[in-house]
T-cell receptor
Framework: RKEVEQDPGPFNVPEGATVAFNCTYSNSASQSFFWYRQDCRKEPKLLMSVYSSGNEDGRFTAQLNRASQYISLLIRDSKLSDSATYLCVVNSGGYQKVTFGTGTKLQVIP | NAGVTQTPKFRVLKTGQSMTLLCAQDMNHEYMYWYRQDPGMGLRLIHYSVGEGTTAKGEVPDGYNVSRLKKQNFLLGLESAAPSQTSVYFC???????????????FGPGTRLTVL
C-alpha cells in the first residue's frame, strides 16, 4: 500500500457544485497534514493545513479522520479558478517523512 | 520580496553532462529542500538543509549533490546526467521544520530538465 494515496481524477464538476476529495495514509503515526494546490506547470502552494478538529477557510473545509486514516477536502460553490491539482501532504515525523500524494485533478466546467 | 527563485527555468542536457541548479530565497528561512516531480509520482525529496553549511540526504539522493554555503542559496548539482534524471525540479524553503501544523513550504517555480 502506498504511504499516501489519492484518486487522480479528473473530477469534472460544473460551476457552483460541491466537490470532495479524500486522501488516505498508511502510517498511523502521521503527525501533520496539509493540502497544497498546484496549477498546471506551476509550483505547489499551500492551500490549508488540516487540524485534528477540522478547519474551514471560506469555501474550503478540511477534515481529518484518524480512525480511518484519511483526510478530506471539501470545496463548496466551485469556481472556474478552482481548476487545479490538489496535493495531499502527510508528515510522519522528520524531514524524510514528508510524503506528497500524486494529486487529484479538478476541472470546473462553465 | 521575490520568495523562492530558481535558475534556470529550462535546460536540455546530453547524457554525461553536468549542471548546477540554483535556488535562492529572500525570506530568511533556515530550512531548504530539493524535490523532483515525475508523472504519476508525488514530489520526492532529493536533499535538504537545516541551515547554512548543512546538508542531508532525502529519499532519492543518488546522482545528486548539494551545497548550502550561504543561508539564502541552495545548489543542486548533477555530476553526470542520466535520462532517468529527466524531471521537474522544485526547490522549497520553510521557516520551521516539517512536522508542525504551521509548517508551510514555499516552492520555487521549478526547473524543467530533459536529459537526452
Amino acid at each position: 500500500r502506498k504511504e499516501v494515496e489519492q484518486d487522480p481524477g479528473p473530477f469534472n464538476v460544473p460551476e457552483g457544485a460541491t466537490v470532495a476529495f479524500n486522501c488516505t495514509y498508511s502510517n498511523s503515526a502521521s503527525q501533520s497534514f496539509f493540502w497544497y494546490r498546484q496549477d498546471c506547470r506551476k509550483e505547489p502552494k499551500l492551500l490549508m493545513s488540516v487540524y485534528s478538529s477540522g478547519n474551514e477557510d471560506g469555501r474550503f473545509t478540511a477534515q481529518l479522520n484518524r480512525a480511518s486514516q484519511y483526510i478530506s477536502l471539501l470545496i463548496r460553490d466551485s469556481k472556474l479558478s478552482d481548476s487545479a491539482t490538489y496535493l495531499c501532504v502527510v508528515n510522519s515525523g522528520g524531514y524524510q517523512k514528508v510524503t506528497f500524494g500524486t494529486g487529484t485533478k479538478l476541472q470546473v466546467i462553465p | 520580496n521575490a520568495g523562492v527563485t530558481q535558475t534556470p527555468k529550462f535546460r536540455v542536457l546530453k547524457t554525461g553532462q553536468s549542471m548546477t541548479l540554483l535556488c535562492a530565497q529572500d525570506m530568511n528561512h533556515e530550512y531548504m529542500y530539493w524535490y523532483r516531480q515525475d508523472p504519476g509520482m508525488g514530489l520526492r525529496l532529493i536533499h535538504y538543509s537545516v541551515g547554512e553549511g548543512t546538508t542531508a540526504k532525502g529519499e532519492v539522493p543518488d546522482g545528486y549533490n548539494v551545497s548550502r554555503l550561504k543561508k539564502q542559496n541552495f545548489l543542486l548539482g548533477l555530476e553526470s546526467a542520466a535520462p532517468s534524471q529527466t524531471s521537474v525540479y522544485f526547490c522549497a524553503s520553510s521557516y520551521s521544520p516539517p512536522g508542525g501544523v504551521y509548517n508551510e513550504q514555499f516552492f520555487g517555480p521549478g526547473t524543467r530538465l530533459t536529459v537526452l
